[in-house]
């Protein structure tokens, strides 16, 4: 399923019939636009990007740039089918995920991104990367200007909040810092990858960072209450919800990357190898 998202953007659903579908992106432009992220690897889900962007391009030229937002299949794996499709397309990434793309994908990624990169689009309009490590250690937003449209990735979400993956290079103080340069961006719609626009961002960024921030808030008075032990501070934040296992497994890591970020900003001392903390 297509939808223009906005002007000159065209949102392909990956799965209509789920509310939180992930969405590869199409900006559209005179030399061919540029596609963010590729989609899951597997031949079907390539093939549906793959001909929903050439029936609706007709005769004119095909993508010329591909940027992925992350190192997860999901949104890197199709670049290879994409690749092949459409001959002289490039493939961009942030430089802190393109081993782990390579090394999943094959040798596909072009350009390393750094961040302050820019890409031209047509009547005045350019795509800016910006660096967003924390989710992973490569992620990766984008902006189309001056239209204000941001691509966030799995960066923010347009429903819940993102995990902070430790295995990943994930880092839950540069995830903070990475929300606050996205909110610096003062854009008009935030495109995730998953689930529908959101058509406040302000509003949206601000509360993942109280959310950030009053859970270290949460873990901190866990810390000055004798609450020590990663699985005790789990328990006592998550333990009334009742979460399936993974989410449970994932709230443990949450803790712990929380509880990194506020070592390093001198508030609390990791004690037992990682299992519990004390204040400073």
């Known amino acids: 399923m297509t939808t223009e998202v906005a002007p000159g953007v065209v949102g392909i659903t990956l799965r ?8 590869v992106y199409w900006v559209r432009g005179e030399n ?25 391009r007709g005769d004119d030229p095909a993508p010329a740039v591909l940027l992925i937002t992350d190192r997860f299949d999901e949104h ?5 089918a994409l690749r092949e499709a459409f001959s002289g397309i490039t493939v961009h990434a942030g430089a802190g995920d393109v081993d782990a793309i390579n090394e999943s994908v094959g040798e596909v990624v072009d ?8 890409f031209d689009i047509s009547n005045n309009k350019t795509i800016l990367a ?4 924390g989710h992973v250690g490569g992620s990766m937003c984008y902006l189309l200007q001056p ?60 509360e993942l960072i109280e959310h950030r921030n009053s859970r270290d808030q949460s873990i901190l008075e866990c810390l000055r209450d004798g609450v020590t032990e990663v699985d005790e501070i789990r328990e006592r934040l998550y333990g009334a919800a009742n979460l399936e296992e993974w989410r449970w497994n994932a709230a443990r890591e949450q803790i712990i990357a929380h509880l990194i970020k506020l070592t390093g900003e001198g508030l609390a001392v990791e004690v037992d190898a990682g299992n519990s903390y004390r204040l400073t």
Request: proline share 6%; with cysteine.
């Open 32 to 56: 061919g636009g540029v596609l963010i992220d590729a989609g899951h690897g597997e031949v079907d889900v390539s093939r549906r990007v793959i001909d929903a962007v050439n029936e609706l």
């Open 76 to 80: 890197s794996g199709g670049s290879a």
């Open 147 to 206: 239209d204000g449209v941001l691509f966030s990735g799995d960066c923010v979400l347009s429903r819940g909040t993102t995990a902070v993956h430790l295995d990943q290079g994930g880092d839950m103080a540069a995830y903070v810092v990475s929300l606050q340069k996205l909110a610096d961006q003062n854009a008009n719609l935030l495109l995730s990858f998953h689930g529908p626009p959101v058509t406040d961002p302000a509003a949206k960024l601000s």
């Open 130 to 133: 910006i660096a967003t490590p």
């Open 111 to 118: 350009v390393p991104l750094t961040g302050g990169e820019t």
């Open 16 to 23: 209509p019939d789920d509310d939180d579908s992930p969405h």
